[in-house]
């Protein structure tokens, strides 16, 4: 599975971004799909999953303003992202979960929220 992120960049507080993690290669074993973060000097956290059945969960601290999708036609999966904060700023990874242990990464892209 090969994965590739896109939709980051720099918002006001406020603001609105819309990322997308393309996906190619054996996506039909994918049994989770989801979006993380790293801030700098802090650990990767989950931020948002989508099961294949589409069930989603989401981290407290963006609930109600972040939402997971996914396009099974395009093989595309967004993270809707409104109402940012500051705290919001990571680099952002998508990730893809088949039968443990195997899982894989995208390449990652820059949020900054700032005034």
């Known amino acids: 599975v090969q994965l590739q992120a896109s939709g980051g960049g720099s918002v006001q507080p406020g603001g609105s971004l819309r990322l997308s993690c393309a996906a190619s290669?054996?996506?039909?074993?994918?049994?989770?799909w989801g979006w993380y973060r790293q801030a700098p000097g802090k650990q990767r956290e989950l931020v948002a999953t989508i099961t294949k059945g589409g069930s989603s969960n989401y981290a407290d601290s963006v609930k109600g303003r972040f939402t997971i999708s996914r396009n099974n036609v395009k093989s595309t999966m967004y993270l809707q992202m409104n109402s940012l904060k500051p705290e919001d700023t990571a680099v952002y990874y998508c990730?893809?979960?088949?039968?443990?242990?195997?899982?894989?990464w995208g390449q990652g892209t820059q949020v900054t929220v700032s005034s």
């Open positions: 990730n893809a979960e088949l039968t443990p242990p195997y899982e894989y």
């Open positions: 290669g054996s996506i039909f074993s994918v049994n989770v």
